[in-house]
């Protein structure tokens, strides 16, 4: 069992920058995929970026050239460094962890961080 504990969300005018940060405890198995994802009111939870154990990156058209996603293998941590947030960003921010290894199967969540953006 992985639980992932997200941190670094707050309130941040239009134009600023945050950085969010992701632990997980517990061991990772296996070719994965850590990520994040972001859940505005009355949408659905949509991908901001991801990052496999290879290195690997995937990033929404809408954060593309404004976040980076990093990660740290040895600590089970993830990083999004956030920059020129615009008011549309405003959303809970989710951290997942899932198997890309037909050897493992698992896919967990944290709780959320939320991320508010004042214009």
Do not use: H
Not at 27 to 37: D, K, L, P, V
Not at 40 to 62: C, F, H, M
Not at 80 to 96: F, G, I, R, V, W
């Amino acid at each position: 069992q992985v639980q992932l504990v997200e941190s670094g969300g707050g309130l941040v005018q239009a134009g600023g920058s945050l950085r969010l940060s992701c632990a997980g405890s517990g061991r990772i198995f296996g070719f994965n995929a850590m990520g994040w994802y972001r859940q505005a009111p009355g949408k659905q939870r949509e991908l901001v970026a991801t990052i496999t154990s290879r290195g690997e990156s995937n990033y929404a058209d809408s954060v593309k050239g404004r976040f980076t996603i990093s990660r740290d293998n040895a600590q089970n941590r993830v990083y999004l460094q956030m920059n020129s947030l615009k008011p549309e960003d405003t959303a809970l921010y989710y951290c997942n962890v899932r198997s890309l290894s037909p050897l493992f199967t698992y896919d967990y969540w944290g709780q959320g961080t939320q991320v508010t953006v004042s214009s």
